[in-house]
């Protein structure tokens, strides 16, 4: 998620935290909701403290994952809190199935630990009472039991056997002790599918909001798959293996109108640019794009080039390079071998390489 559609909380133990634009809207409809129900000034506060808590739940949760994908030796780049829920951007995931086991099963335990103290705190005040819970409004009475609820919620929620939730995350890597990850993928795609599908029938009879869900399900499910499938065929190669060398070059001081030309007539992801025949960067179809709406044709090619893109060497892992690139949307970037340009990698030159590939298998 681009940090400038987000709202930044902080860096706690050197995870980016923010909150997502749309948490706005979210707010706004919980105002308007309670507004058109006639309800008093007090009211409205109590309901946005209680999404507000929520959601402090929902990062508490997704801090679970992360300090235990950390722990395990994994990294974490930032936690962005949505309206459907918290996303950790864990960078690098420990590749063992029991890791990956501990690591989804930490975010709903957080929310157990939450409730449980919650309930051990209302039974030593007062006997819990669970009329509370019938009231469809949040008063300052009912505040923690109706906490207590939604983390339980959350709890179950979360632990559906389906991808982008835990419960999908759990189940894969519970098969992938008996079998490989891609047989253990292709299974727990499936049936998060079936569940998709549930999700979006229901939606039609009750709320409209699992019919959201249900496709998020359906999508993170295929997305899922499709990234094992990379991760199994890709994981066998390296950079050097696919490194093209019979790339677009074009001069920093060439106007961009030059390149727009040349574009209209070959087909490529971008240029390698060079400065007095030596390679000095990259100028993919995006800058150029970008830059064309900047300076026009007459602009020069240097100003439009792309940031330096981070370093890729010939031995390394093409996967790993991969999704660097796709998280970075990153269409080209320059290749070194023992500190010298050898050539550039794609995004579509990965795909293709990825479809033939497989298709041999
Ligand atoms: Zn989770």
């Given amino acids: ?66 300090l235990t994908a950390i722990k395990l030796g994994g990294k974490v780049q930032s936690i962005t809190l949505l309206p459907i829920g918290g ?7 420990p590749d063992k199935p029991k890791d990956e ?24 005040v007062s006997p819990l009472d669970l009329g509370d819970l019938a009231y469809d409004m949040i ?35 519970a098969l992938s002790i008996k079998m490989s990850k891609l047989k253990a993928t292709s299974i727990a795609k499936d049936i998060g599918q079936i569940f998709a599908i549930v999700f979006i029938f229901a939606g039609f009879f009750y709320n409209p909001f ?18 094992v499938k990379y991760h199994d065929i890709l994981n066998n190669y390296t950079v050097k293996d696919i490194v093209k060398t019979d790339y677009e ?7 961009l109108g030059t390149a727009a030309e040349k574009l209209a007539h070959i087909s490529t992801s971008g240029f390698v640019i060079t400065s007095d025949g030596k390679y000095s960067g990259i100028l993919t179809k995006n800058d150029l794009i970008r830059g064309l709406n900047n300076y026009g044709k007459e ?8 940031d330096p893109a981070e370093k890729v060497t010939a031995g390394m892992a093409l ?43």
């Avoid at 970075?328 to 010298?340: H, I, Y």
């Fill in 101 to 124: 086991f501990i690591i989804s099963a930490a975010g709903p335990l957080v929310n157990v630990v939450i409730a449980a103290v919650i309930w051990l705190y209302l039974s030593l």
């Fill in 87 to 93: 996303m950790a951007n864990i960078t690098e995931m």
């Fill in 1 to 66: 998620m681009k940090s400038r559609f987000s709202l930044n909380l902080g860096k706690p133990f050197g995870i980016k935290v923010s909150v997502h634009w749309t948490f706005s809207l979210l707010i706004a409809w919980i105002v308007f909701i309670s507004v058109s129900r006639g309800l008093g000034f007090e009211q409205i506060i109590m309901h946005i403290l209680f999404i507000l808590a929520i959601f402090g739940c929902v990062l508490l949760h997704e801090l679970g994952h992360s």
């Fill in 319 to 361: 996967f790993d390079v991969f999704k660097k690139m796709q998280m970075k949307r990153d269409d080209m970037v320059p290749v070194e071998e023992n500190g010298k340009f050898t050539g550039v990698i794609d995004l579509e030159g990965i795909n293709e390489f990825f479809m033939i590939q497989k298709a041999i298998r």
């Fill in 210 to 227: 699992l019919i959201v869900i249900g496709f998020v399900i359906f999508l993170g499910a295929k997305g899922e798959y499709e990234m």
């Fill in 299 to 306: 602009g020069q090619i240097k100003d439009a080039m792309g």
């Fill in 139 to 173: 008063t300052r009475q009912n505040f923690l039991v109706m906490l207590l609820a939604a983390n339980l919620f959350i709890v179950a929620f979360n632990l559906i056997p389906a991808f982008p939730m835990d419960g999908g995350r759990l189940f894969r890597s």
């Fill in 249 to 255: 070059e074009l001069d920093e001081n060439e106007s």
